[in-house]
RNA sequence: UCCGGGUUGGGGUAGUGGUAUCCUUUGGCCUUGUGGUGGCCAAGACGUGGGUUCAAUUCCCGCACCCGGACCCA
């Protein structure tokens, strides 16, 4: 036997079709707003990511060189891909560009709750817009999706904070590194009061700065103002209007209710400018966030490209798993079948016809292939969720009939085989 | 990379310095004409490498993998 590599997963059918459905949810929702689905490779030079986060990086990417000596690494997310293909037709590409997929990524890292080294996102992203629109359709089709898959704002709460609020008060405390404060900011739920403020302090900020900013960060969403007197700065301003736009906008979308504007979140990552978001499980059952996103407006130009705005979200499938789970609802994991023809003596032809006409109605449906005895079809039948199970049997054939049987009630009857499945394209039952 | 806890048939378990219990599962048969409820038969396990020992699944060490956590979350 083989070992499953560390942090990979198989997926069975039954588990496999849970995760079907809900992915489905999600990117059918996206299509809806007009996300058109792209595909990506697997692999990308690892120059792409050492030059952007430093060759520390490669530490925690699957890396190696292929047998042209290039430098390569799985790709550990999409946003570089996604801007490289950006700036690559930057010019035809008409604006704003909205582009969805789902796959797997990849990095080497210890697996834990929702973690795992092989792991797939759905991410949605979109370009060429800089208006709070679009940030609040980003916001919109991520609690779309999450409705739709049976959670409600009971559930999950989105936590809106703005970077450049928190960049605009940091810079108004005089020499800080902004990077390093916003990155105590994020960890701030996680870890001791005490940790909390020393990273602040090295970031560059003195005790009474770092309470002051601290009490700055907990003002209500409806006292932002506050802040821009506080600052007295045009950055804080503007950004404070900008997170107010997106809200209003988030309000005509419908998903206003989903949003807790929270500048305590901040997002680990630097490149974000604007906006920013994480959802949370409403209960706190999952610790950890369950995914986010929000606003990179000088990424693209990082990448050669022209000055080009963009904002976008990435669901982690394992983390948003455990909070459907978490919720109830997570999709039943088992196979469906629509009919299973039965076969009893030499009665393929007929059995085969009937099989082929129930595919072309769009059912799923299964015929013996392994010569099992009656018994041993009607409990495979059983065991792949059949509803109904064709009976074929040489019997039946000469008094010109086959039987239907539903295998929730056991019910019986014969009908005309002629006449089955006839018109409908999924016959049930109760039509005969 | 680090820390804690694990690893016995496919799944769940019992147990032991002298190779293993029970349940379930899978396949076949009873029953090519009735599954989800019976009976019979069969298949199937001590993660891996090394050490101690007459003998290791059991004790010791390393490794792998699993679960959880730290770091990190691009």
Aim: aromatic share 10%; charged share 30%; hydrophobic share 35%.
């Amino acid at each position: 036997m083989y070992d499953r590599i560390k942090g990979f997963r198989d997926f069975y059918p039954e588990e496999m079709q849970a995760r079907r459905q809900v992915t489905d949810t999600i990117e059918t929702v996206a299509r809806q707003y007009g996300f058109r689905e792209i595909g990506t490779p697997a692999l990308e030079r690892a120059e792409m990511y050492a030059d952007k986060s430093g060759d520390e990086i490669l530490e925690e990417l699957y890396a190696f060189e292929d047998k042209g000596g290039r430098k390569l690494a799985l790709t550990p997310e999409l946003t570089p891909t996604v801007a490289r293909m950006v700036v690559a037709k930057q010019q035809e590409l008409s604006k704003p560009i909205k582009w969805m997929s789902t796959r797997p990524f990849w990095r080497y890292e210890e697996p834990q709750q929702g973690r795992f080294r092989e792991f797939y996102q759905t991410n949605v992203d979109i370009f060429g817009s800089a208006d709070p629109a679009a940030d609040a359709e980003i916001l919109a089709v991520a609690a779309d999706g999450l409705t739709e898959l049976g959670l409600s704002s009971e559930d999950f709460d989105f936590k809106v904070s703005h970077r450049d609020i928190l960049g605009g008060l940091l810079e108004t405390f005089g020499d800080v590194n902004t990077t390093a404060a916003i990155r105590a900011v994020d960890k701030r739920a996680k870890i001791d009061e005490g940790q909390y403020f020393e990273l602040l302090t090295d970031a560059g900020l003195s005790d009474s700065q770092a309470r002051e900013f601290d009490e700055l960060l907990t003002t209500p969403a409806d006292s932002l103002d506050e802040l821009v007197d506080f600052a007295g700065t045009d950055r804080v301003e503007q950004a404070v209007e900008n997170l107010e736009n997106v809200l209003a906008a988030t309000e005509d979308f419908g998903v206003r209710k989903h949003c807790t504007v929270s500048l305590t979140t901040a997002r680990g990552l630097d490149y974000y400018t604007g906006v920013v978001f994480e959802c949370f499980d409403s209960t706190g059952e999952v610790s950890r966030a369950v995914f986010g996103g929000g606003r990179y407006d000088t990424l693209i130009e990082g990448f050669g490209g022209q000055p080009t705005p963009a904002v976008g979200f990435a669901p982690g499938h394992a983390t948003l798993s455990l909070l459907c789970q978490r919720a109830g609802v997570w999709p039943e994991e088992s196979v469906t079948t629509d009919y299973y023809v039965l076969q009893v003596g030499d009665t393929r032809p007929t059995a085969a016809r009937i099989a082929r006409d129930l595919r072309a109605g769009g059912n799923i449906v299964e015929a013996d292939i392994a010569g099992r005895s009656f018994g041993a079809q009607l409990d495979y039948a059983d065991s792949i969720n059949a509803d109904l199970v064709v009976i074929v049997g040489e019997r039946d054939l000469e008094n010109g009939e086959v039987t239907l049987k539903d295998m929730t009630s056991g019910d019986q009857k014969s009908v005309p085989v002629d006449a089955f499945p006839g018109e409908s394209k999924s016959p049930t039952f109760a039509e005969f």
